[in-house]
């Protein structure tokens, strides 16, 4: 039976896109996902043809968006917040980072509303928004909309200390989760890879045969290997832009054929 097709919505800031973001579209549409991608550009570079624009203006406008980005200094990835808890609140459905490779077509997972998580060693699993499916004006994304705007006027008023640009992100949802019931899906759902080993596992030119040696050691004296290895049950892989930045990791260039993402750009990018 042919599978239904879902959108996934995006947001992207910038005139062009890089592999990873065309690994992350092709992945979503040979999985059966009609990608929608919310910008401020008329056109931006290498898009493929499947991907519906639409524009960003009609979320937030652009003068309250340069506004975040210029005078708050909000970082990128904190007005993707802001604009991602708009889009689920006036139309629903699932919104993703565009870093995250699909897998696996995302309505076999059941729930009609739901966050994804980390798997955070010493806390253990914490909620996250780098992959969500909400409900049209529910509880939930009323409850987002309204958390995101308190929280953007303590920014305004400079009362926040330390920011963070996980502040309106997962330590919004984690709030959330605390307060209203609502489906955490399994990090190895969506969240697989840890973090803490982009530049070990997804993206490397090197083997660190001492992290692998001790992987296998851990795997061997059956110890927790949480955040080291795809299952059977992910659905998406989380590349971590964010660490590619600390990293110094290109996500133009190649990296050794045994890595995660040139895996993933072999599977999805090999007729690009």
């Excluded at 910038?14 to 065309?22: F, R, V, Y």
């Excluded at 939930?140 to 305004?156: G, N, T």
């Excluded at 640009?165 to 489906?183: M, R, T």
């Amino acid at each position: 039976m042919e599978k239904t097709i879902t959108d996934i919505h995006y947001f992207w800031h910038g005139k062009s896109i890089t592999k990873m973001e065309l690994l992350t579209f092709h992945s979503a549409w040979k999985n059966q996902h009609q990608p929608v991608l919310w910008t401020y550009e008329e056109k931006i570079e290498n898009l493929p043809e499947f991907v519906k624009l639409l524009p960003a203006t009609t979320l937030l406008n652009k003068e309250t968006f340069e506004y975040y980005l210029y005078s708050l200094k909000l970082p990128i990835a904190s007005i993707s917040d802001i604009i991602r808890y708009e889009i689920l609140l006036r139309f629903g459905g699932i919104y993703s980072d565009t870093d995250i490779v699909i897998l696996k077509n995302l309505n076999g997972i059941t729930e009609s509303e739901y966050f994804c998580s980390t798997y955070e060693y010493n806390y253990g699993e914490l909620s996250s928004n780098c992959l969500m499916r909400l409900e049209k004006s529910s509880q939930i994304a009323k409850y987002l909309s309204k958390e995101c705007a308190i929280r953007i006027d303590e920014i305004k008023n400079n009362t926040v200390e330390n920011f963070d640009y996980c502040y309106l992100g997962p330590f919004l949802v984690q709030k959330c989760a605390k307060e209203i019931d609502v489906s955490i899906l399994p990090f190895d759902y969506i969240n697989p890879i840890s973090w803490r080993w982009t530049n070990k596992l997804i993206a490397y030119n090197k083997i660190d045969f001492k992290f692998f040696i001790k992987l296998f050691i851990r795997k061997l004296l059956g110890k927790n290997v949480s955040g080291y290895q795809i299952t059977k049950n992910t659905f998406a892989v989380h590349l971590s832009n964010e660490t590619w930045k600390q990293n110094s990791l290109n996500k133009n260039e190649n990296y050794h054929s045994l890595s995660i993402y040139e895996k993933l750009k072999k599977r999805y990018l090999k007729d690009e």
